[in-house]
């Protein structure tokens, strides 16, 4: 009985102690990002913000689960491109064997990059195992002459040959050198995402990727 009790102190205390620690964690984070904001002249907001799905309804990644939310939320100009970052929450529920409703939290980091030009819808993300399925099915993505992209990407878009001029043969070897990002386009901006959230590094890399991404789409297509 004792080792019980001994064994129940020791996890109390370890609880205590990581949530102390994910609470200093978060706010050496967040003073990164505020520092990181105020050097290039963006606006760093920290708290929670409800209402993004309903503000950027071209993006159905946002409207998963509930309590949705967006924090850590920087916004600005970065290259004369309307710039957001954000970090984001929602949940999803689920029951155990024994009827208990559990909750779970799911985190990640987002940014929008708003160009110069239009765009259309567009998806682009690596394909996963359920893709390999469904094509078995016939439900195919857009293909590409590339094998190597087509097998490693899921392209998805309304006007496909849009989507086969943007993702030209420089941007298919951009993108299959690129970390793992996905990308979507509504007709304003553009969308990078990741699972899990953003340290700084990766954001400035998030960041980089999206404008050379951007800058990759061929002038023929941005000036239509």
Excluded at 6 to 15: K, Q
Excluded at 57 to 64: A, D, K, P, T, V
Excluded at 207 to 222: E, Y
Aim: overall charge neutral; aromatic content about 14%; glycine content about 6%.
């Amino acid at each position: 009985m004792e080792f019980f009790v001994l064994l129940f102190i020791c996890f109390a205390v370890f609880a205590v102690f990581a949530a102390i620690h994910g609470h200093k964690k978060e706010k050496e984070r967040q003073a990164a990002l505020a520092a990181w904001a105020s050097r290039h002249g963006l606006y760093y907001h920290a708290d929670k913000v409800r209402g993004f799905d309903d503000e950027h309804r071209g993006f159905g990644f946002l409207r998963g689960g509930s309590n949705r939310y967006a924090y850590n939320i920087l916004t600005g100009t970065n290259r004369d491109r309307a710039l957001t970052a954000f970090d984001y929450h929602y949940e999803t529920h689920s029951t155990d064997s024994k009827g208990r409703r559990q909750t779970h939290h799911h985190h990640f980091s987002c940014l929008f990059l708003a160009p110069e030009f239009p765009l259309k819808p567009l998806a682009i993300r690596r394909e996963n195992f359920l893709d390999r399925i469904k094509s078995t099915f016939g439900f195919q993505d857009i293909n590409f002459e590339s094998s190597e992209f087509s097998r490693k990407f899921h392209v998805s878009g309304e006007d496909k040959r849009w989507c086969y001029d943007v993702i030209h043969n420089r941007m298919m070897e951009f993108l299959l050198a690129a970390p793992e990002y996905s990308l979507e386009t509504d007709c304003e901006k553009l969308a990078v995402r990741r699972k899990g959230r953003f340290e700084l590094p990766e954001l400035e890399n998030a960041l980089a990727f999206a404008h050379q991404f951007l800058d990759n789409i061929p002038k023929h297509v941005t000036e239509n």
